[in-house]
């Protein structure tokens, strides 16, 4: 019997083995011969998923099996030209919670929640643009806490987990101090009961015992954050050892006592944090620099992996703060799977995406500030991790931080941000949403903001000259290696990243913004943190 060569399978083995590859590796087969070529041109299933590849995109659970791959291609054009031409599919504005106040707010998994006088108050939003255009889809309900003594709070929907970050009661111990600073509570986003599978009904950070340290104050700033069966916390000047204040990072594993858990400290001033795997977070130091982390061995505490320098100043400025954007929804990086209630038919693929670092730089003993933005891609932070290695074989105290040069220009595209233009940006996969006040030149006045939509998809970027540009409000801008220097910078800063810019025709009330793959969420606050209006465009 004669041996078959592949290319001499039957086309329906061929288009059913073909099927079990990721686009990039069909991208590869169809320039291996003209029979494989042929076999991926001519599939629909095939082009379906080469289409997914190229928009980034992933198919949302199971809500499109039913649905022919020819429609699906189309959905998924559809779907990308909406937000090139920002053409919603539905405006509608949300009612108010009666506490009217959002100190502290969160969006994830299609809830929007913020904290009032005596309670957290959810709003599900519509989950997609019906042709009725009513909010029956749409629901709020509230849970009372103690927000005096409430600092922070997160929830991720997927696990219907609520996590409430509160200062510990006033229990004094025998040398009349406190145990532990803050008490996070785990509860269910429904029921705010204790979760069911939570280990235990709060966990105790920065407990004295723990930290051998002791707690400084409970006024200081808190993030948490939830990745998968962990929850963790930055906690920033609350302990000290001797007279200095530290900054510490600390992590549980919420579903076990004695699962993976570790304390984090740091004396040069961690500004904020973020992951960008599940088992790798970034550490943003004010004083301009930034370090990996990986926690990939659970015997022993986080390791450093790098150490990144942001470009250098001129005499007389410095680093004030470095932070991460403050408005990624929870599931920016980590695509929640929300079969009950469906946002959308995609969401972003969690093979790769954005991340917005927020920079800002003082004139030592004066007001004069300057504040910019930029963006890189999470797989080029993940590649300085091997640079680092080739660049000084190891990791510690005494090795220097990776020059800017070295990472920077090639992998970042940086943004001097306005007076008018928001400062924190809002961020889902690729795509960022911004506001603009056109009619005032500071960020704060009031008066109607267009929005500014940036799409940095590599795929869409090198392939600028098929997009469609009828009807659009916007431009490609190409990235380029800019040697311009920018005051007060000493090096050049970066311009890499291709990326496609869309201005909305209509203006709208808005001063802070959040965004999933399927919404964009408008919010209106006075000074005082009191909440004007919420309006949703669902596309």
């Given at each position: 019997m004669t041996a078959k060569t592949l290319v001499q399978l039957p086309s329906e083995l061929l288009y059913h083995t073909l099927s079990f590859l990721d686009s990039h590796d069909l991208v590869r087969v169809r320039k291996t011969c003209k029979r494989l070529k042929g076999i991926v041109d001519n599939s629909e299933v095939l082009q379906y998923i080469i289409d997914l590849g190229y928009f980034q995109m992933n198919p949302m659970g199971s809500s499109e099996e039913?649905?022919?791959?020819?429609?699906?291609?189309e959905r998924l054009r559809l779907y990308d030209a909406a937000r090139q031409h920002v053409e919603f599919k539905l405006k509608r504005t949300l009612p108010l919670p009666t506490s009217g106040l959002a100190r502290v707010d969160a969006f994830g998994g299609g809830i929007y929640g913020s904290a009032g006088e005596s309670c957290i108050h959810f709003l599900r939003l519509p989950p997609d643009a019906s042709d009725s255009g009513d909010l029956s889809h749409s629901y709020d309900w509230n849970h009372p806490v103690d927000t005096t003594n409430l600092v922070n709070f997160t929830f991720c929907a997927a696990q219907d987990l609520l996590v409430v970050v509160a200062r510990s009661p006033d229990l004094l111990d025998y040398v009349g101090r406190r145990s532990h600073a803050y008490e996070i509570h785990l509860k269910s986003l429904t029921t705010n009961d204790t979760h069911p599978d939570a280990a235990q009904p709060f966990l105790k950070a920065l407990d004295k015992h723990d930290i051998n340290n002791r707690i400084l104050s409970t006024i200081g700033c808190v993030k948490v954050q939830i990745i998968g069966n962990y929850v963790s916390m930055?906690?920033?000047?609350?302990?000290?050892?001797?007279?200095?204040?530290?900054y510490s990072i600390q992590m549980w594993d919420w579903k076990s006592k004695k699962g993976y858990q570790f304390n984090l400290f740091s004396h040069c001033g961690i500004s904020d944090y973020s992951f960008i795997t599940e088992d790798k977070f970034l550490v943003f130091v004010a004083s301009g620099s930034m370090e990996i982390y990986s926690i990939d061995d659970k015997s022993k505490l986080p390791q450093c992996t790098a150490r990144i320098s942001l470009p250098s100043l001129v005499d007389g400025f410095s680093y004030t703060d470095v932070f991460i954007s403050k408005h990624p929804t929870p599931s920016f990086m980590f695509p929640e799977f929300r079969k009950s209630h469906p946002s959308g038919s995609f969401h972003p693929s969690a093979d790769d995406g954005l991340i917005a670092i927020l920079v800002w730089v003082?004139?030592?003993?004066?007001?004069?500030?300057?504040?910019?933005?930029?963006?890189?891609?999470?797989?080029?932070?993940?590649?300085?991790e091997s640079l680092y290695v080739r660049t000084y074989n190891q990791i510690s105290g005494s090795i220097p931080r990776l020059p800017w040069s070295m990472w920077g220009p090639q992998h970042t595209s940086w943004f001097r941000v306005r007076l008018n233009e928001d400062w924190h940006t809002s961020l889902c996969?690729?795509?960022?949403?911004?506001?603009?006040?056109?009619?005032?030149?500071?960020?704060?006045?009031?008066?109607?903001?267009?929005?500014?939509?940036?799409?940095f998809n590599p795929h869409i970027a090198w392939n600028y000259g098929a997009v469609d540009k009828s009807g659009w409000r916007g431009k490609i801008v190409p990235g380029?290696?800019?040697?311009?220097?920018?005051?007060?910078?000493?090096?050049?800063?970066?311009?890499?990243?291709?990326?496609?810019?869309?201005?909305?025709?209509?203006?709208?009330?808005?001063n802070e913004i959040f965004s999933d793959e399927s919404r964009i969420l408008l919010v209106k606050k006075s000074d005082s943190s009191a909440l004007e209006k919420i309006d949703v465009l669902v596309f």
């Open positions: 039913d649905v022919p791959p020819a429609m699906r291609r930055l906690s920033w000047a609350v302990i000290a050892n001797v007279d200095d204040a530290l003082t004139r030592t003993n004066t007001d004069h500030s300057f504040y910019s933005r930029f963006v890189v891609r999470r797989s080029a932070i993940l590649e300085l996969g690729f795509r960022t949403v911004e506001s603009i006040n056109e009619f005032s030149p500071h960020h704060l006045a009031e008066g109607p903001r267009r929005l500014y939509i940036r799409d380029m290696m800019d040697r311009t220097i920018s005051y007060p910078f000493t090096e050049p800063l970066g311009h890499a990243l291709t990326y496609r810019e869309t201005l909305s025709k209509e203006l709208f009330d808005v």
